[in-house]
């Protein structure tokens, strides 16, 4: 009989450890404000509810962040596979001196319920208004709540995808329905 290996652990730079949990679908963050639009690109997120609810990690250091403060609203997009080099772009440029829709070709569509545009080109797009500031000063952590939501009929791609945080980003691949199994969770299905 082949000896089973025993699974062991070696130590992992703990500063470098925030890239097990980081792989939440990358998101652009849309806000308007002074009759400027502009997009930025989000990877630190944490879904917090069902409402829906969600945090984000916004820092000052980007132009985005005074139109979330001082508007205190915002779009959370979904982008696809198809536009990962323009989000990851998005991410690396500042709006303070550049139209972002316009210089990546995206189309901004009005919504419902904020002012800030949705992004007509990813999958979906969340009106949110943020509703919980506590963390902000300490962690740039801001809750924000779904109060529209839109959907893509027709996307060019149907993958989202995720950041690790080092550079390198994982597509959505094989989707695996279990839906059999969720005999306690029937609601959710
Ligand atoms: C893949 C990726 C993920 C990012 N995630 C975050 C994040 O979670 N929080 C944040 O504050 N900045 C994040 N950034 C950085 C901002 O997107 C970047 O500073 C951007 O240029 C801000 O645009 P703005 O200055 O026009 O607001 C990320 C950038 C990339 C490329």
Redesign the pocket.
């Known amino acids: 009989m082949p000896k089973k290996t025993v699974p062991r652990q070696v130590e992992f730079p703990l500063n470098r450890a925030f890239t097990f949990v980081e792989s939440g679908p990358?998101l652009l963050i849309s806000t308007a404000h002074k009759g400027k639009s502009?997009?930025?690109?989000?990877?630190?997120?944490a879904s917090m509810g069902f409402e829906p609810t969600l945090g984000?990690?916004?820092?000052p250091?980007?132009?985005?962040?005074a139109a979330l403060v001082e508007t205190g609203e915002c779009v959370v997009a979904i982008p696809h596979a198809g536009i990962l080099e323009k989000?990851?772009d998005?991410?690396?440029?500042?709006?303070?001196d550049m139209d972002?829709f316009a210089a990546f070709d995206l189309h901004a569509q009005t919504g419902n319920s904020v002012s800030a545009p949705l992004v007509a080109d990813c999958l979906y797009n969340l009106e949110c208004r943020v509703v919980n500031r506590a963390l902000a000063g300490e962690y740039?952590f801001f809750v924000l709540q779904g109060v529209a939501a839109w959907s893509n009929p027709s996307p060019e791609d149907a993958r989202s995808f995720h950041?690790v945080g080092d550079g390198t980003f994982i597509i959505d691949g094989e989707t695996v329905n279990l839906r059999h199994k969720m005999t306690k969770w029937k609601d959710c299905i």
């Open positions: 990358v502009n997009l930025m690109t989000v990877s630190c997120h984000i990690c916004l820092g250091w980007n132009f985005s962040y989000v990851v998005i991410g690396n440029c500042s709006g303070e972002k740039n950041a």
